[in-house]
Each structure stands twice: as structure tokens, then as C-alpha cells.
């Protein structure tokens, strides 16, 4: 990697500096042609946004750091839950050529800070006051030891349940809203010849709706002490072994022909009504969205069955890799500081499904299932991170959860016992330090 060389960083500057600084992020991320600036730097930025939704996210970013005076180069990795992405981050670290920007969710973040990878972004936090903008629980997410270290977009609810409103209509069915309700939904649609769930194979869509069921059967306190905590003892209890039946009971309703395939080739299944519904975090609304389908028409959106009143969230940030020149450094302070602009903050969550991290956006803006997720996730208890979705955990656990759980899906005379015992064993065998 280059040196800091040149001018000093922003963080290092004494301050009547930073006030400066402060004053000329706040012009430059102002909305309106009459602003845009002539770009002075190009960044890269590796993310996994890549469905139509999320591409049409990511050019609201673009737009809006063009007016800032930044160019975007799109470095963007297919794959789902950002496997392959972070995989190539590491690869360009390890060879000395970071991205200048890189999605990075969750608690992966301390790992890059604590290894000293990541820019310190106080200056832009201060100067738009994200501490008193934010809700506490993402404020505290985007920090390291005290210090704005990732940049905040929005906030996805992972406990979602899409579904077809005009197939649910034709056979006289209501959104289901338990467990009981789910099961009776779903063997009525398949009698009517109707894939009742549509899903994927792939490990990382398995896993999580096995989260969902989680939360479903034990509330967000237990959901907590599996995922959060990590107690080996609540993996025993019958709240998660219960939940691994549930999942394989759901298996009898995904049709015959159950594969690996993108998460939004499933969502494209519900939107033209080959399957009724999806268990998925709200981007696949973002996607039906896309597909040109309307919330309260064709599609309906609520708290998967069970949930109602318990968010599970998964939040999109990007981190600023350090080792760039002064220019490159100026780049990445405005590209942070047009992320949480409310022109920004709204139309992100409109292309993305999501509700956006500010807290002053007003709920009139939102859809309604974007309400009712805001509303869900300033309950309380206070809302329950997804592990599948590295809000909750290490990496290494977060694997060993998503190997034992899809090996338990695919494997058809595997016991939900001997597989809590398996994790239990390897919880316990785990070093769960960041």
C-alpha cells in the first residue's frame, strides 16, 4: 500500500481544521446540479450489491458523489450474503491493493480496524453529528473503541415474509402469522398445486430462515444466547432443536425440485406466482420492486410467521481503506459524508427495501412494511442481529453455524439432536474473540 504522504489526514488536523473541513462536507454533499462539482478523484468500491434492486442503490450513491465531486468505479462481486466479495477483499489487501471503499457489515468490521486497515472518520461524524442522528444501536455498530470507523446506509429486516397477494386472493387464503398458520397456509396452497415456499439450497439462504425459526420458537432473548452469546447450553434446549424440526418440516413445501440458485431468482418466483411465499430479509422487496410489482397489490410484506414485534436486522456500511493520497483521502471524506445526507438516506432505501439509518427521515416517505420495520426495530427488547448476515459473531463461527445447519437440511435422516450436539461441541471449541 502507498504511504500517507502529502498533506495530513483529516483526523490529524488541529481544529479550526476540522471546522473547516466540516463546513465544506456539508456544501459539498448538498443535493442539486447547481452544486455538482467537476469529479477531483476516482474510488473504487467493492460491494455485493449486484441484483437489479441493489444496482439501482448503488447508482443513487453514484449520482450523489458525482455532485460531490467523486467518481465511482463499481467493483462489485456476485454472490449472495457477500462470500465471494470478502473474499477478493482479502486477496487485495494480502497482495497491497485495498479497494478505497469496501462493503463491510457487522462484526467483521473490528477485525479490519483492529488490524489498523481502516480510515477514522470522527471528523465527517462530527461535523454532521451522527452520534446524536443515529440510533445508538447502529452508532455503536459503525465504531471501534470509540472511533466512526464505516459509514451507515440503511437497515434490513431479516424476519420478512414476502408473498403473492393475487394467488393468496384466488384460493381465499390469509397471510399467515404463526406457526400453526404457516403450516395450514402452506398445505393449502400445495394442495391447490402452488409451491408454497419458495427457497434455495444455497447455505447462506438455508441458514438463515433456520434464524428466523429461531426467533419464531424462542423470542428474542433465547435467539440471543444461541446467536449472540453463543451458549453451547441454549443449542440443547428444545426452543433450537425444536426450530431444526421446523425446518425440515418446511422442506415438504418447497417443491420438488429444491437448488442452489440466486436469492433473487427465488423472489422472481413469488412475483409471478410459480410460489406464494419467501421467508427473506427485506431486499426482496427492494427486488419485486424492480420487477415493476407493487407493495399492497401484487405482493403483500410482514414479519415472518411468528415474529411479529421482533426485528432481526442486517445493516449496510462501507469502510474507507486507508493508503491513499491527499486527494484520494478528500474523496473518501465526501463520499462518507454524502452517505448519510437525507436525499441520500431515502432514495437508497426505496431502490434497497430498506429503512434508513437516520433517525429524523420521516416515516411518511417510507412504504408501509418499511414502517413497520422501524417501528420493530425501536421496540423493545432491543432488536436481535443476524449471525448469517455478520452482525452477530466472528466469521469462523458464523461458517461452522451455516456448514452444520445446511449439512442438517440437505442430509434427509440427519437428527436435529445429534446436530445441536455437533455445534454445541464446536462452540465450545471455538476461540469467539473478533
Known sequence: MQGNRGAPAPESLPRWGRLALGIALSIACVSGSALAQRPTATLDVLHWWTSASEQRAFEVLREAAGDAGVRLRDASIPGGAGTGALKVLRA???RG???????INGASMAAWARLGFLRNLDVVAQAQDWQGTLPPVIDELVRHEGRYVAAPFAVHRVNTLLYNRRVFARLGL??????ESLVA???ALKAAGVTPIAQSAQPWQVATLLEVLVLARGGTAFYRRVFVDL??????????????RR??????FMGPELRERPWQSVTADVAEGRAAMQIMGDWAKGELLAMGKHLGEDFGCRAAPGTDGAHLYS????AFFKGLEPTGRNAQSRLAGVVLTPRVQRAFSRAKGTFPARRDIADEVLDACARGSRRAFHREPAPAPSLVHRMATTETVRNVFISEVHRFFTAGEADADATARRLAAALEAIDHDP
Open 92 to 94: 487485495r489487501v494480502l
Open 97 to 103: 491493493e485495498p479497494p478505497s471503499v469496501a462493503q
Open 174 to 179: 390469509d397471510a399467515p402469522t404463526d406457526w
Open 185 to 187: 397456509t402452506a398445505q
Open 231 to 244: 451458549d453451547a447450553r441454549a443449542l440443547r434446549q428444545p426452543a433450537f432443536t425444536d426450530s431444526l
Open 247 to 252: 425446518l425440515r418440516r418446511l422442506r415438504a
Open 315 to 318: 445493516i449496510d456500511t462501507m
